[in-house]
């Protein structure tokens, strides 16, 4: 037999079923029929397996094989026509439509896409779920707005409808920017008109009487058919905002923001927390223009509940929750809403060329390429951490309440990793396993690992050698770091010691430790390895530091979180006992005369209990002071001639990585206090950002004695 006769066969055999209505029968000779038959007849063959498919419960393939047909052939209206008939069968009315229009793009004229039309039109219409309103609105932007030219739903709002310019056939106008929200998207054209597309429920993409909601009702419970009656899942133009030249919009979460060519702001949608900038905290279905008497804006950024916009001069105005601190308006405006614009003043004479939102935290950049950061940092999104008021940190994370810059990232992690078995950096405890020892520092595993603090602070108790001030390393086996931790549990210890103990080499200690130090865990090399993993996750579970199992689960080699890591030496250097420490520093000096006005004294003198290992690691000045040429390392006491205030403000920082301050205020006296010093102990990063938070604070008050202070110790940012 013939080719040409066994696809024949094969499709006839196929048509019969078809007829029958056996379309599993049908779909088994169709497939078969297709791998025969000729291209000029796989359509056909395609429409019939399409509706098996369809038939038989499998509707993507039938979605499939109907768009290969129009594929195949465009000009040939039964792909089209089969396609939107699946769609409609199954209430998916917009697609329906938008396939049908699309074919008249290659069918000029067709009775039989004219008669779909029409049909799809009737039934969409009168269909229970469709708002007479929604249903001639949504029509009437396909034929009017795009015409001929219409995104495919698939398409429209995606990254790649929004980097091309639009699908297959393109957009008329084309797109030249496009702002996304959390359920909502804005599209602007080249002629200045604006587009929504998305979740419509709280009004904002413009009114819709489907919706029927009003102010009085934006915080009452939304219902899955007002969510589904209030949702484009194609671009409709904003008619309402059609008269002005819009050259800027921004989604926030339930609002929408425009900036016309005027410098004028125009919100609408929910305007909670006073997020519209017009004075209320009413819902506003239509755009109306943010109040801002006399301020002409340049570039607009919507929050999920607060919106900034940047001024001609080069202000930044903030507006809406004020929660976080995220319209960086200080301390003494707290939480309260701001209705209206109001000036961010601490950020001084900066001129904001670039401004950001977050869902509670906004950025904005100076003209001069300073990035500064405000609000929640929660996930270290403001890459600031230290520079928080820790005094009042909220349960879910540090927060900012004024802007402060973001500065580049330093080198404390890696500095504390360099301690560990580092004989030279002043080790304060030797731990041994069997014959081999590794140096370590208690202030290190005391900020890192909770449970060693009780272990250090009991074996300190008991009278072991732990004094390190004037004293020798502290040399303990594992044996003794597990009794002390098990101390009121004497069994548990002992069958620790005789059971899991053995079991733990030194290469395991060292991965442990270097955990703990480095926060870096050698996964790869543990996979490969499971004894020694097992080995490590017996320390892991003895001391409590459950992130190593976690780090190895999945399979993470890199460093976690520095916040985290952060936090633990922030609270250890608040809150550690004596014996963590192997010297002390007596600050004793005051300020000089260009700042003695602007800065309180503090106390006449002060001591400080200090592990030299660490500021070693991370500070020259201290460095040379306890390894230089002429230094005596057997000395543990040493005295700086100082103000005590800046001295402990400076080691705090290299101890901790962070700057903490309560508020502008607060910061301008203790941020000149290390300005003044950072020269002389060497820490221009921390230098860096001082200066720059106490640029934002010059005013007519203060500039004459800060001109002074910054010539007299070289504050560039300040000049």
């Not at 196929?14 to 007849?41: E, F, I, M, N």
């Not at 038989?56 to 393939?61: E, R, S, T, W």
């Not at 697609?95 to 008249?104: E, F, H, N």
Request: a neutral charge; charged letters at 20%.
């Amino acid at each position: 037999m013939s080719t040409q006769g066994g696809w024949q066969e094969t499709k006839a055999r196929g048509d019969g079923a078809y007829k029958a209505k056996a379309y599993k029968d049908a779909l088994v000779h169709y497939t078969a029929a297709l791998s025969l038959a000729p291209s000029d007849v796989t359509v056909n063959v395609l429409l019939n397996r399409a509706v098996s498919f369809y038939q038989v419960g499998n509707h993507d393939q039938a979605f499939l094989d109907a768009r290969e047909c129009m594929h195949l052939a465009p000009d040939d209206p039964r792909g089209y026509i089969r396609y939107s008939t699946f769609c409609m069968n199954l209430h998916k009315y917009e697609p329906a439509m938008y396939v049908l229009l699309k074919a008249r793009l290659h069918i000029q004229r067709n009775d039989d896409i004219e008669g779909a039309l029409a049909s799809c039109a009737r039934k969409w219409a009168s269909h229970p779920r469709t708002p007479a309103s929604q249903y001639l609105h949504t029509v009437g932007q396909f034929l009017k707005d795009f015409g001929t030219h219409i995104p495919s739903p698939e398409m429209a709002g995606s990254r790649e409808f929004l980097q091309e310019g639009g699908p297959r056939h393109g957009l008329t106008p084309s797109v030249v920017s496009v702002s996304t929200g959390p359920s909502h998207m804005l599209i602007l054209t080249d002629t200045h008109e604006v587009y929504g597309v998305g979740s419509n429920v709280r009004q904002q993409i413009q009114a819709s009487p489907s919706a029927q909601m009003n102010a009085s009702s934006m915080n009452q419970p939304v219902t899955s058919r007002a969510l589904w009656e209030a949702t484009y899942s194609m671009p409709v133009r904003l008619n309402l905002i059609s008269e002005h030249r819009i050259v800027q919009v921004s989604a926030g979460k339930m609002f929408s923001m425009a900036l016309d060519q005027e410098g004028r702001v125009f919100t609408w949608g929910l305007g909670q927390a006073g997020v519209l900038g017009n004075g209320t905290c009413k819902m506003s279905a239509t755009p109306s223009r943010v109040s801002a008497l006399g301020v002409k804006f340049v570039e607009i950024a919507a929050g999920y509940f607060h919106a900034a916009a940047i001024s001609d001069d080069g202000g930044l105005y903030t507006w809406g929750s004020g929660c976080n601190g995220r319209l960086g308006l200080g301390s003494a405006h707290g939480d309260k809403e701001q209705v209206t614009p109001r000036r961010v003043t601490l950020l001084g004479n900066a001129r904001i060329r670039r401004v950001a939102c977050g869902a509670a935290h906004t950025a904005a950049v100076t003209e001069e390429g300073a990035l500064y950061a405000f609000g929640r940092n929660h996930k270290e999104q403001l890459g600031v951490y230290g520079m928080v008021n820790h005094e009042g940190v909220t349960p879910g994370g540090p927060e900012l309440e004024m802007p402060v810059p973001v500065v580049p990232p330093s080198t404390f992690r890696d500095d504390v990793s360099k301690l560990l078995d580092n004989s030279d950096m002043f080790p304060d405890m030797i731990i041994m396993v069997g014959e081999e020892r590794v140096h370590a520092h208690r202030f290190v595993l005391g900020a890192r690992c909770p449970s060693m603090r009780a272990v250090i602070s009991h074996l300190a108790a008991k009278g072991r050698p732990t004094a390190p001030i004037h004293g020798m390393p502290l040399m303990v086996s594992l044996a003794d770091l597990v009794q002390a931790r098990y101390v009121d549990r004497p069994a548990e210890a002992a069958a620790t010691i005789s059971n899991l103990l053995p079991m733990v080499t030194f290469p395991a200690l060292m991965i442990w430790l270097r955990f703990i130090y480095a926060d870096v865990l050698d996964s790869t090399a543990l996979a490969s390895r499971m004894t020694l993993f097992e080995q490590v996750a017996i320390l892991a579970d003895i001391f409590e530091v459950p992130e190593i199992r976690r780090r190895f689960d999945r399979g993470s080699d890199a460093p976690g979180l520095i916040q985290p890591y952060l936090a633990g030496f922030a609270d250890a250097a608040d809150h550690l006992a004596p014996e963590f420490y192997d010297a002390t520093i007596r600050a004793t000096g005051s300020l000089d005369e260009p700042v003695a006005a602007l800065v309180p004294g503090g106390q006449p003198s002060v001591e400080l209990l200090v592990p030299r290992g660490m500021l070693c690691i991370r500070n020259e000045y201290f460095k040379a002071m306890w390894l230089g040429p002429l230094a005596r390392p057997d000395l543990t006491s040493t005295e700086i001639h100082e103000a005590p205030s800046v001295v402990c403000d400076i080691v705090k920082y290299l101890l901790t990585d962070g700057l903490f301050i309560k508020s502008a205020r607060d910061a301008s006296a203790r941020l000149l206090s290390i300005v003044m010093a950072s020269n002389a102990f060497d820490v221009p990063r921390l230098k860096a950002a001082a200066e720059k938070i106490l640029s934002n604070s010059i005013d007519e008050a203060n500039a004459t004695s800060l001109l002074e202070f910054a010539i007299a110790y070289q504050a560039t940012q300040l000049l």
